[in-house]
C-alpha cells in the first residue's frame, strides 16, 4: 500500500516537472521568435520602406459600376458578374525618394482588412500609372493604387462594415525585419461623374 | 419467494422454443430441470432472469411483473452455458467489478465465496489464461455472490473435477433456503437426483410433467 | 447509474486496444513533427539567413519573410504533408478501436448476461454508449493536443500572418479570430469538436453492433461511413460540405471552410440519430449467446 502511495508521489512529481519544463519552454520559443519591428503608420503621415517615402493622401470606396463609370480607360478590367460581389477601393500615394536617391519602389503592396489581404492587379496598376512604366515618373509625384475588395472573401457582417465605410484598412510594405503598416482610416465615397 | 410462469410462449425465427408454460416455483427448493437437448431448459433459465422477453405470457417474481415492475429480479445469480467474463482482469478483478453493481457484496465476501469454489483469489492469472474448469467455478462464484434469492444453474458440473464435483455439490445444498429458490439443469442423471428436490420434465418447450424425488 | 458508468468507463480506458489506438496516433503526429521540422521549418531559417544577408539593391531581396507558427506546424493545420489527410482519414477507426466493440463481443460471448441481472438494461445501455464516446473522443483528441505541445516547443505560439499566403483557414471561416491571433484556443476548440465527433463515429459501430455478424465488420463500419462522405457524397453534392462531417472535423477546414451553425446543427442532429438508432436497435432485444 505504502509503495503504491510512493509510487503515485514520484509519478506526480515528475508530471508536474515536465509541465514545468514544457510551458518555461514554450514562453522561450514564443519570446525568441523573430517578430519584426512594426511601425503603425497614421494617414498622412509617411512611412519609408527601401528608400522610399510613401504618403497616403486620399482614399476613394467605389461601388464596382460607377468606378468603371469614372475609369472608363480600365473598361477591358470589367466583369459583369462582379456588379454586387465588389467594390473598388483606390489609394492615392505621394511618394518621395529620399535624400541618397537610390531608393526602389516595390508596387508589392498589399491591402490588409479582418484577416484578408488584396494584392494589387499590376496590369490595372499600371494603366492607372502609366508614368511608372515611361519612365516619366517624378519624386514627389501622386500615384493611384487600386485594389478590389471581394464580398466572397468577407462575412456578411464585415461586408455591412464595407459598404458602410467602417472598416480600417493597412498597406503593408515589408514584413521582416521592419514591417510598415500604413493604416487607412479616412476614406469618402466616390460618385461617378 | 415464489416466481410464476403464467402462459408463457417464446418463438425465435418462427420456432416454438417455449410453449403455453403455466408453473410457480416456490422457495426453500433446488428445482432440477431435465430434457433433452433443446427442449427449452436454458431459454427458461433465461426468460426467468429477464434476459430475453415473451413473446407472450409473463413471469411474475414476488407479484412484480417482469418486463413491466421490474427489468430484471432483484435478486438473483446465473451460470447460463459457458460463462464469460473480461480476458484481462482475474478472477477476483472481474468479481470486483460485477460486485460494484451490486450494493450488498464487498471484497471478504467475494474472497470467501472464490474459495468456497475452490478458486485462489491470490492467483494473478487473467481469466484468458484458465482452464475450462476454473472458468465453470468462476461462473458458479459469480453465481452464488452476494446470495442471491434466486439462483439459475445450467450445467453446473460441466468440466469440473471429481473433487470439485462434491465441493459443488454441498455448495448448492448449502445454500437451500425458504427464501430462495435454486433451479438447475444437468444431464447428470445422479448429480440431479442427488441436487434436487423437485424435477421437472421438459420437452419441445413445454413442462411434461412434474416429478418429487 | 454511476455504478455502471464507473465501471464502464473504467473498463473502456483500460482497454489494449485503447493504448493501441493512442500509439498509432502518436506515431502520426512524431512522423507529421519530424517532416515538418525538417522541410519546413529548417527550409525557412535557411531562407531567412540567405535574405538578411541580401541588400536593398538585390532583385530577390522581398523584404518578406514570416516567422513559421505553431499552427502551421500542428497536425490539424498542417497541410504539405500526407499526415493531416492519413489522420483524419482513420480517424473512425482511431475512434472504435479502443471500445466500439465492446458491445458486440460481451453480447454475444455472454458477458452482458451478467451485467443484465445486476443492472437495468437501459442504464446499461446508455452508460456504454457513453464510454464508448468518451473512450474515442479521448482516442483522438490526445494525438491532437500531444502534437500541439510538442510544435509549441520548438515553433512560437503566433498565430498565422494573412500576408504570408500560408494560412489554411480564410478571413470568412469558422473561428477565424481564433486562427489567426489566439492559436491555443483554436486548437482548444477543434480539439473538442473532433472529441465530440470522434465520440459519435465511435458510436456508431454500437448502432449496427446486431445488424453484423462479424466484429471486424462492426470496427470497420464508421471508417466506411467516413469514407462514403468524404469521396461520395461530396462528389455527388458538394453543396452539402458544409454539414459532411467528414469535412467539418478537420481544423484546416479544406472543404471550403466551415460555418459554425452548420457544424452545430451536424452534431446535434448526429447526436440525435445516433441515440435514437442505439435505442431502437436495443430495445427489447434478447439476450442469447448466438456464436
Redesign the interface.
Known sequence: MKKTYYKKIIILFLEIIATII?VF??SY??K????PQVNIVSQGDGAV???VEYIITDAVMWEYNDFYDEYKELDEYYIDDYADECMMLVVEMELTVKDDG?G?F?Y?M?I?Y????NGVDPFMFADMNPALIDGGFCSGEHIFVPYEIYK????EK?WNEIEDMKTTYKI?????P?RNELLITDIRRGVAE | MKIELKNISKVIKKNNVLEDINYTFTGGCVYGLIGKNGCGKTMLMRLIAGLIYPTSGSVCINDKILGKDISFPDSIGILIENPEFLNDYTGFENLKLLAGLQKNVDEQEIKDTLTSVGLDYNDKRKFYKYSLGMRQRLGIAAAIMGKPEIILMDEPINAIDEDGVAIIRDLIRGLVDKNRIIIIACHDKEEMDYLADKKILMSSGKIVKEMIV | MRQILKLEIYKALRTKTFFISIGIGIIISVLQTNWFYNNFFVENYRLLEEYMNLTNDDPHYFNVWFETGVLQGWLGCEYASVYNELFFLIMPLLAVLPYGGALYMEWNKGYSAQILIRCDRKKYFTAKMIAVFVSGGIAISIPLIFNFIVSACYLPMIGVDPLSMQAIVANRDMWAVLYFDYPALYVLAYTILDFVFGGLMACMALVVTHFFDNVFAVMIFPLLVNCLLYYGLDTVDSATRKYNMSFIVNPSQGGGGNEILAVMTTVFMSIFITILLYFMANRKRDVIKER
Open positions: 514544457i519552454r514554450i520559443v514564443t525568441n521568435a523573430h517578430h520602406y527601401k528608400g537610390s526602389t516595390d508589392y498589399p490588409q479582418y484577416y484578408q489581404d466572397v472573401n468577407a462575412t464585415q503593408v510594405l515589408g514584413n521582416y521592419e
